[in-house]
Every structure is written in C-alpha cells, then in structure tokens.
C-alpha cells in the first residue's frame, strides 16, 4: 500500500507538533511506523493523502454515528455559516439543542453547553465541588474523563497505550484530592466513601469504560452505585461523551434505568464538531454562574455551527427504528469477529453495548482495567496492520473501541468480517 505521502506529512509535523499529532493515540507509535493522513471522507469510508480507501470504524472516536459528510448535515451547516460562526451572544439555536438534551437524558433537568468533553468532566466536577462543599473525588481505575490534572490519575486509553499511570505536570497537592478504585467493584466504592466520611465531593465514572476498550458493568453494579452516593450525599456523575446517544437515544443511563445526579456528554451531540455539555438536577444547576457561584465560562460554547450539527445529528437519531438498524449492524459484525477467533483458537475477549464494539487478545473474561491490561498488545499490533494494508481502519490501539455507523452497509460489514478472518487465520 502506497503511503509516501502520508510519510512526507508526518516529516513535517513533527517539527512543528509535539509527536506530529494533536491528540496522543493518533501517534502510531504502539503499533510502528507512522499515522495516515487523511484527505477526505464520505459515508463509512476515508481516504488519505495517497489515495488510499479504508473503510472506518474509527468515526472520529464515536462522533460520526452517522457517518461522515452526511448530506443533511452538510446541508445544515453551509446554511448556518453564512450567517455567522460566532456572536459572543445567546442564541434559540443554543436553547434548542438544550431542550433536545433535556427531553432525552433521564437525569438532566438544566444544561451547560461548552467545547469539549474535557470541559464538561472539569465543570461538572467544579460544581459537584461546590454544591457539597466537599473536595476530594473518587474515580474509577481506568476511566478516562480528558485531561483535567486530577482526572489523570490512572487514566484510560491515550495513559494505557504509552503505558502511564499518571501524567507529568500534575501536582501532588492536586492528585492527592482524588481516589481511585477498580471498575465492576461496588464494595470498593462503599468502602473508600466510608473511610472518606463528609469529604468525597462526587463519584464520576462511564457508565460503559470507552477508554480501556469497552468493559460492561455487572448486573446491578450501577444499581449498587446509585444507592451508596445517595446514603453518603455523595454526587453521582455519569460522563457519557462516549456513551450518550450512541447507546441508546438517552445514554447509557436510560439503556441500563440507573439515574445519576448528573451528566457529562460531547462527540454525537455536536455531529463531528468540537462541543461538550454537563447537566443534571435544578438543584445542582442553579448552582453555576450566573444564578449560583460556581463559575465556568466559554467563548466559543454554544457556536452555531456546532451546535446546528448536533441537533441535526440528534433528529434523524430520533427516527423510528435508527438504535435497531445499529444493533443489528453492531451484533453481525461481532458475531464474524468472535467466530475468526474461535475458529483459529485465537485467545480473545469480546465485548460489545450497542454500535460500540472491540476485542481483546487475551484469554481473561475483562471485566475491569487489571484484566484489560492482559491483552497481548503485539498480537494486536500485527491485527491492526493486517486490516489496515485490508483497508480497514480501526484505533491504533488496543485500548479504544470501535464505532458501527447508520452507513456501514450489509457488504461493508461482510468485507471487514472476511478481511479480519484472513488476517487472524494468518496470525
């Protein structure tokens, strides 16, 4: 496969961008030689600056449910832009996008639109702070909530890939306010709130691990969870910027009817551009500025451009129908990976929730990061290679998952499923 001109962006990049990428795991320095630069997309397919033709399940790490380019949302977009990116000034755009959310997401009664979900993870966490005056924060071994300093205690996939537990940078003074126990866990949870009498602001976890391929919660896990931070006052924070709407139309709270005190969402809500959001009860929420005296602000929160892209992402989302077709796209794809690796006695752990898909190469039933982190990361090398020269592209990771869009068609899911069987048979 022809990449000299990738090659020569990569050159170039990385003189003048730390790695020559803006986000960690687009390196593909876990799995050799360099990234593809990508030209163009449209529907399920992307093609790099070679030409080169691949179908994704990357989809901008979840954003593109329905695919890339979608032409109502291209649409949507040119018409909005003329009349402005940006004015500093509340919008019925905003207000709308806002009532979508509110009338989807079980737990949210108000909303806060910002930029991106490292923003929503950080505010809601502020707020949590400062609606129980409370300041340590318990997280969960593995989870990724962005870049926030006190989040990066024992991150998630970008940490997992280059092998970090923690992140330079970051003080102790700030690490110090946040505790972490396993996922799947719920004694660990009540036990470590206990020793934390009145100090534990809040309890934040995907309801769903995204960042350390995909690890369900047990039978009434999130169950467990709901009662222990209700009895310790506790603020219960589902960040669902991987989960929301891609799971189901109102998250992954309303697929499993668990209710958090609050929630954290980006990707799918902005249809592919940058947007994030965090809302939950009146009670919690009248406590941001201007009402309350939590602040956080945002220049660009709440732009036009993103926000027309969401709720036109979130309408045809809304169709009859739309969470089926995805299921059953989803559980075919995954059905032809788990038979390849049966078939070759491939030791792997499948998992999959919804269009949300990834295995591991190990012989551990994961179900927290410990087990994840027994995947065999050079046989995964050697499969995502064996996709990629197949043209099929998926995360240059072991640790992230993979997405299944409206577009993937039945011949798309075929073509992956027999290029996957080739290249596991050979492994």
């Known amino acids: 496969m022809e ?23 687009r390196n593909f320095s876990k799995v050799g030689e360099h ?68 009338d989807a997401v079980p737990s949210i009664d108000k909303v806060r639109l910002v930029n991106s979900g490292t923003e929503a993870t950080m505010s809601a966490i502020r707020l949590a702070r400062g609606y129980t005056g409370r300041d340590k924060i318990l997280k969960i071994d593995g989870c990724y909530h962005g870049h926030v300093d006190y989040l990066l205690a024992k991150a998630g996939s970008g940490v997992a890939t280059f092998g970090l537990s923690d992140s330079g940078g970051v003080p102790e003074d700030i690490a110090r306010n946040t505790l972490t126990v396993p996922f799947n866990n719920a004694e660990a949870v009540k036990s470590t709130i206990e020793a934390n009498s009145d100090e534990i602001a809040c309890l934040i976890l995907e309801p769903i691990m995204g960042n350390m391929g995909i690890i369900q919660p047990k039978d009434g896990y999130l169950n467990q969870l709901r009662e222990i931070t209700e009895q310790h006052g506790v603020v219960l924070i589902f960040d669902e ?19 958090p005190d609050m929630t954290c969402l980006g990707k799918i809500i902005g249809g592919g551009l940058p947007v994030g959001a ?7 929420m009248n406590c941001v500025a201007p009402e309350g005296d939590v602040y956080q602000a945002g220049t660009l929160s709440g732009n036009p451009l993103a926000v027309t892209a969401g709720i036109t992402t979130l309408k045809l989302l809304s169709e009859p129908g739309v969470y089926q077709k995805l299921e059953a796209k989803a559980d075919t794809l995954a059905t032809g990976l788990a038979e ?68 993937h068609s039945d011949n798309d899911i075929q073509n992956t499923i027999e290029a996957a069987s080739e290249v596991i048979a050979q492994m």
């Open 278 to 284: 965090y809302g939950g009860k009146n009670e919690i």
């Open 3 to 25: 990449c000299s001109k990738s090659l020569s962006e990569w050159n170039k990049s990385q003189k003048i961008i730390p790695g020559g990428v803006n986000s960690p795991v």
């Open 35 to 102: 990234p593809r630069f990508i030209d163009r997309a449209r529907g399920c397919r992307i093609f790099d600056v070679d030409g080169n033709e691949y179908i994704d399940y990357v989809a901008s790490w979840g954003p593109l449910i329905l695919g890339h380019a979608h032409p109502t949302v291209v649409h949507a977009l040119v018409d909005v832009v003329h009349r402005g990116t940006s004015f500093g000034a509340p919008t019925p755009l905003e207000t709308e996008l806002a009532q979508i959310i509110v």
């Open 340 to 407: 390849a690796t049966k078939k070759n006695r491939i030791d792997a752990c499948h998992s999959r929730v919804g269009s949300m898909l990834m295995f591991y190469f190990t012989s551990e039933i994961v179900t927290d990061a410990d087990g994840a982190r027994t995947a065999d990361t050079d046989r995964f090398k050697d499969y995502f290679w064996g996709l990629l020269n197949k043209g099929i592209y998926i995360a240059p990771s072991q640790f992230e998952a993979g997405f299944v869009s409206l577009v």
């Open 241 to 259: 910027v991987i989960t929301g709407f891609r799971v189901a139309y109102g998250g992954a709270q309303s697929y499993y009817n668990v209710t």
